[in-house]
C-alpha cells in the first residue's frame, strides 16, 4: 500500500492517533519518534541548502575583501551565535511538544538555539519538554525580535486541526516573522492554515518547507494555502494500515494521483493482434477562424495518447491547416458562420461510428447548434472550453442530469462558476465545491488550478475523489487545456474500446499532462513552456517516468 496516496481531514486523523494511543502507543514515544525524524530531515536539507548558498557566496566573496570584512561586521553585531543559529516557534499543544524535542535534538548536536514560547498555558507533556529544555540552558524568549538573529526557524505553534482564527498578539508576531523573510520549517502545517480548507485562519506561517507528518492533509491539495506551505513531503512515522483502513475504509476516498496508480491506467500493453479500432476512435469538435490553434493543440495532444483513429471536425475555411499539422487525422470540414465559426456538424456525419467526443477548444459560442447535438447523442463526451460555456447558457444540471453516457467537464474556476452558479460562494474550498458539482450533475467533474481536483461517482454511488499533488506554473499558459483536452479525450476512446475502467483515465491524463509540464519546465524554464512546446514533451515526460 502506497502511504503517500492518502489524504485525510483534521477529524480523520484525529480518529487514526486515536487508535493508534488506544493500541497501546504512548503519546510520548510517538513524540520522540516523530520528532527525531524531523531533527534529522531538517539538519539534511539545512545542509543541502547551505550548500547552495556557500557555492554561492564563494563567487561573491570574490567580489571583494572590503565586502567580506564588511559583512563580517554586520554578522557579528547580529548573531550571537555560531553559524548555524535556528529559533524554533514552541505552541501550547503537542506540535509544540515536537517542536520541543527537535529543538532538544539540534542542540544536542551541536546547534545554537533559542525556543520562542509566547504562552504561558502549554499542555502536560508539551509543559515537561519545556522544563527539560530550560533545564538545558537553552535560551527562551517571549519577542520576535532575537529570532533575527537566527539562520533558520522551525515553526511548531499550531499542528493540524486549528480552527479559531488567530488573533492579536500572536497574529502580530506571525506577521512579523513573516516580515524577517527567514527560512522557515514548518511542523506538519504552517501555522495558521486550515486543515481541510486551507484557508488563512487571520494569519499564518509563510514557510519555505513544511514537513507533513504520517498522513498528507487536504490543505496540501489546495490552490490557496500553497503560497504558505512552500515546498512540502510527508514524515512517514509508521502509521499501521488497519488504522488508517478502520478510518477511510467506509467513507468517500479522497486519494492523491500517485505514478503507480496513473500508469496503471496507461493504454498499454497493447494486445499482438490490436488494430486501429481496437484502440479507439476518437472525434474532436473545435477551432474557428480566429482559434484556428486550439484545434490543433487538442490533435496534438491525443496523437499523444494513442488513440487509435482520429478524426477533427473544424470549420472548412481551416481545414488545410489541420490537415498539414496533423495528417494521420481524417480532418472533416463543417458549415461556418461569417466570422469563422461552426454553424453545425456537417448532415452525414454519424456520432455512433466513434468511441468518445472531444468538444470546445477554440469553438467560439457559435458552435452552440453543434455543441447541442452532441450533447443528445449516446457518446461518452470530454467537454472544455466554450463547450462548457454553451453548457452553461443551456443549463448545466438539467441536460447533464438526463444523459445516459458518460460525461466529463474540464472548467477552469471561472467556468466552473458559469456551470455551477450555485456554487459559486463555496470556491474557496475547491475540494468541497467540485463534490457537490458531481452530485447536482452526474458528471466527471475535473476542476483545473495548481492542484487539479477530479471527482466522480461510482458504481455504488460514492463520490470518489483524486488531487494531482504536483504540477508546475509553466501550465498556466494559453493553450495548455487544449492539450489536456486531446489527451483525455485519446485515453477515454481508447478505454471505451478496450473496455477498460473509463472513470480513471481520467486522473492517468491530468498526471500526464502535468509531467511533460514539469519535465520541459526543468528543461525551458517555466517562461519556455508554450503549449505547443508542452506536447512535445508529452512522450518523454511518460518515458522518463516510466523507465521505458
Given at each position: 500500500m502506497t502511504i503517500e496516496k492518502f489524504v485525510v481531514t483534521a477529524?480523520?486523523?484525529?480518529?487514526?492517533?486515536?487508535?493508534?494511543?488506544?493500541?497501546?502507543?504512548?503519546?510520548?514515544?510517538?513524540?520522540?519518534?516523530?520528532?527525531?525524524?524531523?531533527?534529522?530531515?531538517?539538519?539534511?536539507?539545512?545542509k543541502e541548502e547551505g550548500r547552495g548558498k556557500r557555492e554561492e557566496g564563494?563567487?561573491?566573496?570574490?567580489?571583494?575583501?572590503?565586502?567580506?570584512?564588511?559583512?563580517?561586521?554586520?554578522?557579528?553585531?547580529?548573531?550571537?551565535?555560531?553559524?548555524?543559529?535556528?529559533?524554533?516557534?514552541?505552541?501550547?499543544g503537542?506540535?509544540?511538544?515536537?517542536?520541543?524535542?527537535?529543538?532538544?535534538?539540534?542542540?544536542?548536536?551541536?546547534?545554537?538555539v533559542v525556543i520562542y514560547c509566547p504562552f504561558f498555558q502549554l499542555k502536560e507533556l508539551t509543559g515537561n519538554h519545556a522544563q527539560y529544555a530550560r533545564s538545558l540552558k537553552i535560551p527562551f524568549v517571549d519577542?520576535?525580535?532575537?529570532?533575527?538573529?537566527?539562520?533558520?526557524?522551525?515553526?511548531?505553534?499550531?499542528?493540524?486541526?486549528?480552527?479559531?482564527?488567530?488573533?492579536?498578539?500572536?497574529?502580530?508576531?506571525?506577521?512579523?516573522?513573516?516580515q524577517f523573510k527567514k527560512p522557515v520549517f514548518s511542523i506538519d502545517i504552517p501555522s495558521g492554515i486550515h486543515t481541510d480548507s486551507g484557508a488563512v485562519l487571520g494569519t499564518a506561517i509563510r514557510a519555505t518547507h513544511?514537513?507533513?507528518?504520517?498522513?498528507?492533509?487536504?490543505?496540501?491539495?489546495?490552490?490557496r494555502a500553497l503560497e504558505y506551505i512552500g515546498t512540502s513531503e510527508l514524515i512517514d512515522f509508521d502509521i499501521p494500515t488497519a488504522d488508517i483502513e478502520a478510518i477511510l475504509g467506509n467513507q468517500p476516498p479522497i486519494e492523491r494521483i500517485v505514478k503507480e496508480f496513473a500508469t496503471q491506467h496507461l493504454p498499454w500493453p497493447r494486445s499482438p493482434i490490436a488494430h486501429k479500432y481496437t484502440n479507439g476512435h476518437l472525434l474532436i469538435i473545435a477551432g474557428s477562424g480566429r482559434y484556428s490553434g486550439a484545434a490543433i493543440l487538442s490533435g496534438l495532444g491525443a496523437r499523444a495518447s494513442g488513440v487509435g483513429m482520429l478524426s477533427i471536425a473544424?470549420?472548412?475555411?481551416?481545414?488545410?491547416?489541420?490537415?498539414?499539422q496533423l495528417p494521420e487525422a481524417l480532418v472533416i470540414g463543417c458549415p461556418e458562420t461569417h466570422s469563422g465559426g461552426i454553424s453545425e456538424l456537417p448532415i452525414g456525419i454519424d456520432v455512433s461510428t466513434y468511441d468518445a467526443i472531444a468538444v470546445g477548444p477554440g469553438l467560439t459560442l457559435e458552435a452552440a447548434i453543434a455543441v447541442e447535438s452532441v450533447l443528445e447523442s449516446d457518446r461518452a463526451l470530454v467537454l472544455d472550453a466554450?463547450?462548457?460555456?454553451?453548457?452553461?447558457?443551456?443549463?448545466?444540471?438539467?441536460?447533464?442530469?438526463?444523459?445516459?453516457a458518460l460525461t466529463i467537464i474540464t472548467p477552469h474556476p471561472g467556468e466552473f462558476k458559469r456551470l455551477f452558479p450555485e456554487l459559486a460562494d463555496k470556491m474557496g474550498d475547491r475540494i468541497t465545491a467540485t463534490q457537490q458539482a458531481v452530485q447536482l450533475s452526474g458528471a466527471v467533474v475535473l476542476l483545473k488550478g495548481a492542484r487539479v481536483c477530479i471527482c466522480f461517482k461510482n458504481e455504488g454511488d460514492r463520490t470518489i475523489t483524486y488531487l494531482n499533488p504536483e504540477s508546475t506554473p509553466a501550465l498556466a499558459r494559453g493553450g495548455s487545456g487544449d492539450v489536456l483536452t486531446g489527451l483525455l479525450g485519446g485515453l477515454l476512446a481508447t478505454a471505451i474500446a478496450r473496455n477498460s475502467p473509463v472513470e480513471l483515465v481520467v486522473p492517468t491524463a491530468v498526471w500526464w499532462h502535468a509531467q511533460?509540464?514539469?519535465?520541459?519546465?526543468?528543461?525551458?524554464?517555466?517562461?519556455?513552456?508554450?503549449?505547443?512546446?508542452?506536447?512535445?514533451?508529452?512522450?518523454?515526460?511518460?518515458?522518463?517516468k516510466i523507465g521505458l
Open positions: 477529524a480523520q486523523m484525529r480518529q487514526i492517533e486515536t487508535r493508534i494511543f488506544a493500541a497501546g502507543m504512548p503519546v510520548s514515544a510517538l513524540m520522540e519518534k516523530v520528532a527525531g525524524l524531523l531533527a534529522r530531515r531538517i539538519q539534511k536539507l539545512w564563494r563567487g561573491k566573496r570574490e567580489e571583494g575583501r572590503g565586502k567580506r570584512e564588511e559583512g563580517r561586521g554586520k554578522r557579528e553585531d547580529i548573531v550571537n551565535y555560531q553559524f548555524p543559529a535556528i529559533g524554533v516557534l514552541v505552541g501550547p503537542h506540535n509544540g511538544g515536537d517542536a520541543l524535542v527537535v529543538a532538544r535534538e539540534l542542540h544536542f548536536q551541536g546547534y545554537q519577542k520576535v525580535e532575537p529570532l533575527k538573529k537566527c539562520d533558520l526557524l522551525i515553526d511548531g505553534l499550531f499542528g493540524f486541526g486549528l480552527e479559531r482564527e488567530i488573533i492579536n498578539p500572536i497574529a502580530g508576531a506571525i506577521d512579523e516573522i513573516n513544511t514537513l507533513c507528518l504520517g498522513l498528507w492533509k487536504l490543505a496540501f491539495l489546495q490552490d473544424v470549420p472548412e475555411s481551416i481545414k488545410p491547416m489541420l490537415s498539414s466554450d463547450g462548457l460555456n454553451i453548457l452553461a447558457q443551456l443549463g448545466t444540471v438539467p441536460i447533464l442530469s438526463e444523459r445516459s511533460a509540464g514539469i519535465m520541459a519546465a526543468k528543461e525551458r524554464t517555466e517562461l519556455g513552456v508554450d503549449a505547443f512546446t508542452l506536447t512535445e514533451y508529452l512522450i518523454p515526460a511518460l518515458r522518463n
